[in-house]
């Protein structure tokens, strides 16, 4: 595969993090809210503290498997595409090498190269690698964009742990009346966070980001918590 160009020279790019980035900060928020909303659904059906502690490490346990597999088998697919549009490409080059580079031309033209330059980027870039230039220019294939399923799933399980640890760890230091209230302030407070260190990565905007996971993630676990004490409530 070609080097990207943030590689060649130095340069940050917030498109090269794309990965990893997307996949590691959705696995944490989903084990900081789905741990978080687990715990306090079942605090709020007043169980005991053991039993909001056995439904966290549970939560974060099957969490970060099942992250992990969808994860891997979802980015495999992709991979699977890539590939099969690899190797379409490289028997076409083999096939008409000519054609390809008429291709090649007509996609530098496309973007606002007079004829004869395109030419000479075309033949130019194929004396460095003629399958790659056309994976990067025709099907956007490049080093920063290419699936890699091994990396994705480790990102998600990795990072639903330890999103998933925060809520555990806060109800293990609270007293039990509290432990509704300290889940969620903390889960809220993380959840800020997270959103804002996700933004910052990619270059977004924080505020949006900041308000998006707060909301959402406020609205799961009063969803939870209602849940857990209607159960309450009916089986008392």
């Known amino acids: 595969m070609p080097t990207s160009h943030s590689a060649a020279h ?7 993090r794309i990965g990893w ?3 590691a900060v959705l696995g944490a928020n989903d084990g900081l809210l789905s741990t978080s909303s687990l715990m306090v659904g079942v605090a709020a059906a007043a169980a005991a503290p053991g039993q909001i502690i056995l439904t966290g490490v549970a939560g974060i346990a099957a969490g970060a498997m099942a992250m992990a597999a969808g994860e891997y088998v979802s980015v495999s697919s992709q991979a699977d595409s890539e590939n099969a549009d690899i190797e379409r490409e490289r028997r076409e080059h083999l096939a008409d090498p000519e054609y390809e580079r008429r291709e090649l031309v ?17 033949d130019a870039l194929s004396e460095n690698g003629a399958l790659e230039a056309h994976l990067r220019d025709e099907l956007g294939i490049s080093d920063h964009s290419i699936a890699r399923p091994a ?21 293990l230091l609270v007293a039990e009346a509290s432990a509704i209230w300290a889940i969620s302030a903390v889960a809220i407070f993380a959840l800020a966070l997270l959103g804002a260190a996700g933004a910052k990565a990619g270059g977004a905007p924080l505020a949006a980001a900041i308000v998006r996971v707060v909301l959402f993630g406020s609205l799961a676990m009063a969803t939870t918590a209602g849940v857990g004490r209607i159960f309450h409530v009916a089986a008392g």
Do not use: C, K, N, W
Not at 10 to 16: D, N, S
Not at 106 to 122: N, S
């Open 151 to 171: 990396q994705a799933a480790i990102a998600s399980a990795a990072s639903f742990v330890t999103g998933g640890i925060v809520p555990l760890l806060t109800v």
């Open 10 to 16: 130095g340069e940050a790019h917030f498109l090269t």
């Open 21 to 23: 980035l997307r996949a």
């Open 106 to 122: 007509a996609i530098y033209v496309d973007r606002g190269l007079p004829h004869p330059l395109a030419e000479q980027v075309a």
